[in-house]
């Protein structure tokens, strides 16, 4: 029995289509996925089932949810099948919770918003309780009193599981549920989401863009693309024999552990950057707690960890933007200085704030020869050309600003920047994890061309192990402050010694379902 | 939550003393020197100069500025030029009846604007909002002594139920004795107080109702009306308290306006004669009165602020 | 026309000030505000020098006065444009170089941060303490007030709400991807700030500016009408509306309305303009 029918769904805003022509059903116990890159439509559908897109949009087909239908319904209807029918978690647990009300207000409000004689708050006390042990919230009791911003990122997403269950609905709707979570933390969620699927039988519509977390979740799988579907199938057979070439084509864009060769590199004479026994402290706390490691001359060195694990600290301090409480950084063997600063190029994650928003893209390009160089107009001109054609931007784009670029282009303008000069040095910190899957590729592909052009080392900081395991020769491993492993790529992303890298190996997850399948049954056994 | 207390008044008390510097500055740029505010306009140059030696202006300027703040803080102020008094009597018999003004229009203010603003951020761009919205901007355009002009027109000649002058007296009982006098310049002053909190309630519910939360409110089946009292509300009420702390300066530049069109025995009042005559100590004493009370007034906001939101009461954890 | 006000309009698409009826509404006023009291005294000629004592206190309609005379026979209507020009001129002019000196001041305390932060803001915090108004008539008993110097005088004692404005987006652009990227590639403090900080925020300072002249118009209209603004026999509609409520208890309305209604409607006027543009900003930085 399906509790959601969608059928023929389309979804327009003025002459901008959202969905065009989209059928899916999701049936008691089983999970589907609707994936996805960004602009595919997927959210959206979401929203339409739930009767939450805004007035702007212009929607035709048929919506059933727990046997209601959707477009034709009352505010009144549709208020009551919210919670009740459908449960919703969406993406940031950072703002879906109201700062100034308790975790127990939210969880209270989510059971009497359908009780038919609602009475006061501290009545439903209990059943909160019960429902914040039953999504794994330790001391339950304890949390009604707190506010969200006691508690850390994942708890606020089990709080908000919590509230999507709290009525008892026979579906979720779950639009990109961890994409704000770090990799362990995804891991206990997606759990949680099958194990409330295996005792509850609740259908869940499962959004978003990582091929990993279907591969590990779904039932079914279901493609989308410019708001239309392209393939629908059952899990194991979708990533065992795709049949679409843009399924194809985004398989194969993720980045999978063990698909580089690593070759052996010998000890590098003279780093081009070196951090000895960084101490960063913050509020009397060790965001950095004495870190050693060193870039060589054209080596890609990556630096990996969860949040809070003074990774970006630790290439702020490498950039100069922040002073270290104790131990040494030298940069081409000396200080950081206006000189070093000419050899160093930078690359930040934002695609949105990477670019000046009054400048054009050969001014952004130029404005480091601007800077450290005499070099005339025409001069200019000519390298920016070139730097265009290295990241494979065509001309037309010269004097176009960032507002009128996609966010795959404008990580690449900032490449262009970042490397005009020939540096010797690139601090890359989480430069492709804001992007599409196949974006990344493209702009992963751009960054091995530019380094076999230009020869500069790397710092390449990620929170994905697969990319630095595409990207890097060395890798070392943060976690709280401190190094738990460094050495080659081979070594420590395959066989790694410490526990918590193994850890951290075994949640991210492979877009395989199979493979996904062994190690619930390794961690469960 | 200690911290953050005592940081702000730290900040209140350098903010203070910078202003007693500011008034130190202006009173030795006076034409004659601070000399003139003691022996008053008509003293002669060698009465100055007997004056400054023995009172140790001829002293370096910042043992000058030492025994200044000495003497402020003994509620010493100077004399005033044109009335034979202190300042400082001058100021205590006239505070409590511009503080009368102030707070009644203040809270007046409060009560009428805040739910206004949040009916006019629900109903945005409807007939209700756009009319509200159109008055208040006139309002806000409006100087206060024009409203007051009309107010008197319309309600003391047109319609005489109110006068148009204040109750006189020194006290404040005089003035409460007859309260339908103070209907009018209650009214002007509040005309100032509440179109400016209405209009940011407005815009803080506005950008509120955007907010995430509301989404995940609506998305488990609350009611449009509790998501706008139980959600929006609390939330924007934090940072509009702050901006009413935030407001002493602008209502008492109202009141000194209100004050001279009603002929209201108060602060304002005892400032613009001042101002007519160059009496400058009162001036002067008046602005650092007002100046405490706005410092006063901001601390009082992010004391409440402590006390409302729970973001700044209790310390969060570490994500 | 528009050569006093906004330079601003140029700047900014017409599309989106379009879509806008109110900011719309607001510069059709302004406009034509503007003409009648720059041209107005060009078709509309009238004596506001010498006084008229025989024909003072006409009401509207008598002797070929549109707006009656006032107490000492001037011409209310051309007193009108004549006062409009400096009460215009100075609020322009004080607006401006409150955000000129507003948007320095902010930008070297928000990008500086710190210690320079900290110093700057302690002085904008004190200064805000003070109410312009009161500080204004202070220096107004020590100055002999010209268009010029009660300009000057406004604006220096305006400034410190650009000031803030400005310091915030300073604070907040320093953060931004682009600013660390070209610092930590070896940009001066200098290129940033004027390159990079100062082009990003003229937004905010152009709705900043255009509210400030808003301000300043209405505090010379409460310096003159406190009756120390110019000295006659020029004038402002402050200082019209100061003589005319002398004469209200005898109900001659002509000398405060006109007035009274020139600067509650210019001020509306520019306050539509300000938040068309504001919301015009709001929607091209979500573009």
Redesign the interface.
Known sequence: MSVLEITDLRVSYGSAVAVDGLSVSVARGEIVALVGESGSGKSTVALAA?G?LPRSAHVEGAITLAGQDILGATAEQL??????GA??V?Q?PM????????IGFQVA??IR??DPKPQKHKHYHDRCVQLLERVGVPDARSRLG??P?????GLRQRV?IA??I??GPGLILADEPTTALDVTVQQQILDLLRDIRDTDSTGTLLITHNLGVVADLADRVLVLRNGKVVEEADTETLFASPQAAYTRQLLAAVPRLGDTAHEEQPEAERPVLKLQDIVVEYHGRKVVDSVSLHVGPGEFVGLVGE??SGKTTLAQCA???VTPKSGAMTVFGGKLD?RA??R???????PA??????MTVEQ?IA??LL??TNAGRAERRRKVVELMDAVELPQSLLDRRG?ELSGGQRQRV?LA??VV?GPDLL?ADEPTSALDVSVQAAVLDVLARLHAEFGFGCLFISHDLAVVDQVCERVAVLRAGQLVEQGPCATVLHTPSHPYTQALLLASPVPDPVVQRDRRRLTSA | MTRFLARRLLLALIVVFLVTVVTFVILHLLPGGPARGVLGVKATQAQIDAFNASQGFDQPIPVQYWDYLVRLLHGDLGASYTENTDVSTLLAQRLPKTLLLTVTSTLLGIVVALPLGVWQATRRGRAFDVVTTGLAFVLYATPVFFLSLVLIILFAQVLPIFPAQAAQGDTLAALLSQPASLVLPVLAGTGVTAVAYSRYMRSSTVDNLA???V?????????ER?ILW??VW??SL?SVVSMIGYSVPVVFSGSLVVETMFNYPGVGLLFWNAARNADFPVLLGVVLVIAVTTVLGSLLADVVQLL????VR?????? | MTTIALPVRSRLPRSRLRGNGLALAGTVILVLVVAFCLVGPLLYPTDQVHTALDASRLSPGQQGHPLGTDDLGYDVLGRLMIAGRTSLAIGVLAGLLATAIGAIWGALAGYGGGWLDAVLMRIVDTGVAIPALFLLLVAATLITPSVLVLALVIGCVSWLVPARLMRAEAATLRE?????????????RL?VVFR?LL??AVGTLVVAGTFQIADAILLVAYVSFLGLGVPPPATDWGAMLSKGITYTYDGAWWLILPPGIAIVLVVCAINFVGDGLRDALAARGR?
């Open positions: 739930l939450l208020r009551q099948l919210r919670g009740r449960g919703m969406f940031e703002t879906a919770l109201n700062p100034v009300r308790t409000e989510a918003n359908h707190q506010y911003h006691q508690l850390s990122g908000l509230i999507a709290a009525a949040s809070g950039l100069g933007l206006r600063r000419r160093l190029g930078a690359v930040f994650q934002d704030s990477s670019l000046d928003p009054t952004t404005e480091p800077i450290h507002h900032s920047r970042a000069l601090i | 907010e995430d939360y989404r995940t409110a609506r998305a488990k089946g609350t009611p509790t139980r959600h609390p939330n934090t409302i939101d729970p973001r209790v310390p969060g954890a570490k994500s | 931004r991807d682009f600013v660390k990227a070209i610092t930590v590639m070896g940009a001066g290129r990079h082009p990003n573009a």
